[in-house]
């Protein structure tokens, strides 16, 4: 039932909406489907940012990609949550480490969705910031990395998105956007600070392309 309802929200309710009433240029994303796991990585200024994503991904995948969110926003009541997990199919989890509880600690729960076949998307940034201004990566990408080495990791770049929804926004107005993606990598080392600034060179790659392609 679920996969049902998430083909028909996001591959085309969401996306035809996204496409023809707020203007955004999805890049191809069929290369998805030749990898048997990943984690997509985006720079995030919107609540547009993850529908966008998940409108963009191969309809057949989109119910084994889980959108990480956190815990405290979409799953204040059980309830908000119980609607995020189903219409999302978001991981929610909690900001913060909770190293006395593993079980509950934000890097095990993503790592126990890898295990269980799941691929992921996630905002290395934390939080969404203003319009095309790009964040400091948090370090958690790289843990996660570090313990899984072999799933790939794979750059979005969104622009626009900040603009068509602002943060604190809730109308949305046509905006020319752009979601690009990256190849899908392997990381070249099992040490955090390496990784981190290997993800930050492919977000630099995308950025300069998003540029180039929007003088």
């Not at 908000?80 to 913060?96: M, P, S």
């Not at 990256?182 to 040490?191: E, F, R, W, Y």
């Amino acid at each position: 039932m679920r996969k049902i309802t998430l083909k028909i929200i996001y591959s085309f309710l969401v996306r035809w909406f996204l496409k023809l009433v707020v203007g955004v240029k999805f890049d191809n994303a069929k290369f998805l489907l030749n990898e048997t796991q990943f984690i997509i990585l985006a720079n995030h200024n919107s609540h547009l940012d993850t529908m966008a994503l998940l409108a963009s991904l191969p309809s057949n995948i989109i119910h084994k990609v889980k959108p990480v969110a956190a815990g405290d926003h979409f799953g204040k009541t059980k309830l908000k949550g119980k609607l995020t997990e189903f219409f999302v199919n978001a991981l929610l989890i909690k900001r913060g480490r909770d190293k006395e509880n593993p079980a509950n600690d934000p890097i095990n729960k993503m790592i126990k969705a890898l295990d269980n076949g799941y691929s992921l998307i996630l905002f290395p940034e934390g939080t969404r910031g203003e319009p095309e201004i790009d964040q400091p990566l948090k370090k958690g990408i790289g843990l996660i990395l570090e313990q899984r080495p072999k799933i790939k990791f794979v750059t979005a770049y969104m622009k626009g998105m900040g603009k068509a929804m602002p943060k604190d926004d809730n109308l949305i107005v046509p905006f020319n956007s752009t979601l690009i993606y990256g190849k899908p990598t392997l990381v070249i080392s099992k040490n955090v600070s390496e990784i981190m600034n290997q993800i930050e060179n492919e977000f630099t790659k995308l950025r300069i392309k998003t540029t180039d392609n929007n003088p």
